[in-house]
Each structure stands twice: as structure tokens, then as C-alpha cells.
């Protein structure tokens, strides 16, 4: 399974940005996608997941502010993030995980929210 992240970019603080993670693997639809990140110096960690059934979960700072979606028609998982704070600034990657088929990690894509 490869997973590709885009959609990184420099914002200002309450800007927005769409993260996108396209998968080549078939049976996309039966994996749990999540996005993490990771901030210099800092621990990489969960921002939020979808199930093959839909149920989401976030972290509390991704709480009202991001948003994560799925399309398994086009393989891809998608990250909405609005309302950035500087300390969102980090390198945002997509993981993929099915108990039987093993997990996957994205090379990541850089955030940068300054002003």
C-alpha cells in the first residue's frame, strides 16, 4: 500500500488548508485511515480517524476545528483543517491500518501556519 500525501502549505493564522491522502491499495474501503503529525522536537501524534464503517474520532485540539472525510470510490482520506493556529504547524501524514493487512504510513506533507 502506497498512501500520497498533498495539500500542505504556508497559511496565516485562521486560514484554512485540505489535506488529501491518495492510497493504492485495493480494498481501501476495509482499512481505518488516520491522519497524525509531527512538530519539531515533539512526539508524532493522532489527529484524527475514520473507520471502514465511518465513525470519526479526533483529538481534542482537531475538536470544531478539523474535519476528516473519506471517498472509496477515488481512494483517498482528506483533512480539512480550518481556524490554524501556529502550533498546527507540523508535518501532517496519513496511515492506513487494517488488523489483518498491517499498516501504512505516507512520507507527509508540511504545514506551516505563520504570520
Known amino acids: 500500500v502506497q498512501l500520497v500525501e498533498s495539500g500542505g502549505d504556508s497559511v496565516q493564522p485562521g486560514g484554512s488548508l485540505r489535506l488529501s491522502c491518495a492510497a493504492s491499495?485495493?480494498?481501501?474501503?476495509?482499512?481505518?485511515m488516520e491522519w497524525h503529525r509531527q512538530a519539531p522536537g515533539r512526539q508524532r501524534e493522532l489527529v484524527a480517524g475514520?473507520?471502514?464503517?465511518?465513525?470519526?474520532n479526533y483529538a481534542d485540539f482537531a475538536q470544531g476545528r478539523f474535519s476528516i472525510s473519506r471517498d472509496n470510490n477515488k481512494n483517498t482520506v482528506y483533512l480539512q483543517m480550518n481556524s490554524l493556529k501556529p502550533e498546527d504547524t507540523a508535518i501532517y501524514y496519513c496511515?492506513?491500518?487494517?488488523?489483518?493487512?498491517?499498516?501504512?504510513w505516507g512520507q507527509g506533507t508540511q504545514v506551516t501556519v505563520s504570520s
Open positions: 496511515r492506513a491500518d487494517e488488523h489483518v493487512l498491517g499498516d501504512y
Open positions: 491499495a485495493t480494498m481501501f474501503e476495509i482499512y481505518t
Open positions: 475514520i473507520s471502514n464503517s465511518g465513525n470519526t
